[in-house]
């Protein structure tokens, strides 16, 4: 078996906010880092240097999570870099906000597809090389909202509703082969998405939160790395929600 400093993570979506956080984490271990992006070249490429900074290893790589085509060509550079991942983190998702009402039907097809097709894809692509390993960690980034629900958002509740089924179904699926199972469904995070509510709207947040505070990404990637270690082997199936005590 390989040691932590020898395996490689992939993040979908790790070009900044919680993914960067996630790819930092695993960089300060001296590991093999691969940062997936779609258009934020610049910012991938900033995050591969903190990376390389930090100690790791470091690459980024672009691909479309709807496209079977582009990941599968995504798969073959890895393969050829010698760095296909032993871990595994879809982290890429967008948000919604906005009336069920006045959602579109390609609003809601579009969601879908990068939220838990780009999720169903990468872990169909990846997981048999785990699999011919007997070890494997597949760590699916939901949200709270996946758990408890919330109003004008149901498309992004919905898709982390579902990734948290995913992952509950798909544990079951791989557990004989070493490969475990697991997503983080954070609460109020602070990060680019909430970009969108101003100062009061943020004060009144912290104030719901038993902890008085919003979250740091730096927290979620701390529980994504610990579910990759080898000695988490025995969590598997398990959807955990750093929230600050806000939904229980």
């Not at 400093?5 to 906010?17: F, N, W």
């Not at 990376?51 to 550079?77: H, P, V, Y």
């Not at 879809?90 to 097709?117: C, I, R």
Request: charged letters at 20%; hydrophobic letters at 40%.
């Amino acid at each position: 078996m390989k040691t932590l400093k020898e395996m490689t993570v992939l993040i979908t979506g790790g070009s900044r906010g919680i993914g960067a956080a996630i790819a930092r984490r695993f960089a300060a271990e001296g590991m093999n880092v691969v940062i997936h992006y779609l258009n934020a070249h610049e910012a991938a490429n900033e995050t591969a240097r903190e990376c390389l900074q930090l100690g790791g290893d470091a690459m980024t790589i672009t691909a479309d999570l709807r496209s079977k085509e582009q990941l599968l060509r995504m798969r073959d550079k890895l393969e050829a870099h010698n760095r296909m991942p032993d871990i595994l983190v879809n982290n890429g998702g967008v948000a919604h906000y906005g009336m069920l009402m006045d959602v579109s039907e390609e609003e809601w097809d579009d969601l879908m597809a990068v939220n838990l097709k780009g999720m169903f894809l990468c872990s169909q692509i990846f997981m048999p090389r785990m699999i011919e390993n007997r070890f494997g960690r597949i760590i699916n980034v939901s949200s709270v909202w996946g758990i408890s629900g919330a109003s004008c958002e149901v498309l992004y509740s919905t898709s982390k509703g579902g990734m948290n089924a995913f992952t509950k179904a798909l544990a079951k699926e791989l557990a004989p082969s070493g490969v475990t199972v697991n997503a983080v469904a954070p609460g109020a995070v602070n990060t680019e998405m909430m970009d969108g509510f101003d100062e009061d709207e943020k004060t009144a947040l912290e104030q719901e939160i038993p902890l008085g505070r919003l979250g740091q990404p730096d927290e979620v990637a701390s529980l994504v790395y610990f579910l990759s270690l080898p000695e988490s082997s025995y969590i598997t199936g398990q959807v955990i929600s750093p929230n600050g005590g806000w939904h229980t």
